[in-house]
C-alpha cells in the first residue's frame, strides 16, 4: 500500500528529528524547542483563519492548511504522539454519537 503523503511528511520529522541537517528549517524548530514550534502553531493557526476569510482564495487557504499541518506534526513528532495516536482517537470519536453537552443540545418547543 502506497503511504500517503501526510505519513510521509511525518516519517521525514521523525527523521530530522534523529539526523538534523544543517541548515534544515526542521533542525531549527527541533533545536529552538517546545516554545518556538508552539509559537509557529498559533502563528500558522491564524494564518488559516486570516486567509479563510478572504473570499475565493481556496489555494491561499491550502497553503495556509499546509503550514498548519507541517508544525502540527513537528509538535507531534517532539512529542512522541503518533499517526497511529490521532487516528485512534479520531476513531473513537466517530463511534460517538449523541452525546451534545446540555447548552448544545436543541431546545424543546412545545
Given at each position: 500500500?502506497?503511504?500517503?503523503?501526510?505519513?510521509?511528511?511525518?516519517?521525514?520529522?521523525?527523521?530530522?528529528k534523529?539526523?538534523?541537517?544543517?541548515?534544515?528549517?526542521?533542525?531549527?524548530?527541533?533545536?529552538?524547542?517546545?516554545?518556538?514550534?508552539?509559537?509557529?502553531?498559533?502563528?500558522?493557526?491564524?494564518?488559516v483563519?486570516?486567509?479563510?476569510?478572504?473570499?475565493?482564495?481556496?489555494?491561499?487557504?491550502?497553503?495556509?492548511?499546509?503550514?498548519?499541518?507541517?508544525?502540527l506534526f513537528?509538535?507531534?513528532?517532539?512529542?512522541?504522539?503518533?499517526?497511529?495516536?490521532?487516528?485512534?482517537?479520531?476513531?473513537?470519536?466517530?463511534?460517538?454519537?449523541?452525546?451534545?453537552?446540555?447548552?448544545?443540545?436543541?431546545?424543546?418547543?412545545?
Amino acid at each position: 500500500m502506497a503511504k500517503n503523503e501526510l505519513q510521509v511528511l511525518y516519517e521525514t520529522l521523525l527523521d530530522r528529528k534523529e539526523h538534523a541537517e544543517v541548515g534544515s528549517y526542521t533542525a531549527y524548530l527541533y533545536e529552538k524547542g517546545l516554545e518556538k514550534i508552539l509559537k509557529k502553531i498559533g502563528e500558522e493557526a491564524t494564518e488559516v483563519i486570516i486567509a479563510a476569510m478572504k473570499e475565493n482564495n481556496k489555494e491561499e487557504i491550502v497553503n495556509e492548511i499546509s503550514d498548519l499541518l507541517y508544525h502540527l506534526f513537528v509538535l507531534m513528532a517532539e512529542k512522541n504522539i503518533t499517526l497511529d495516536d490521532v487516528n485512534n482517537e479520531l476513531e473513537k470519536r466517530s463511534q460517538k454519537s449523541g452525546n451534545l453537552k446540555p447548552e448544545r443540545k436543541p431546545v424543546e418547543k412545545y
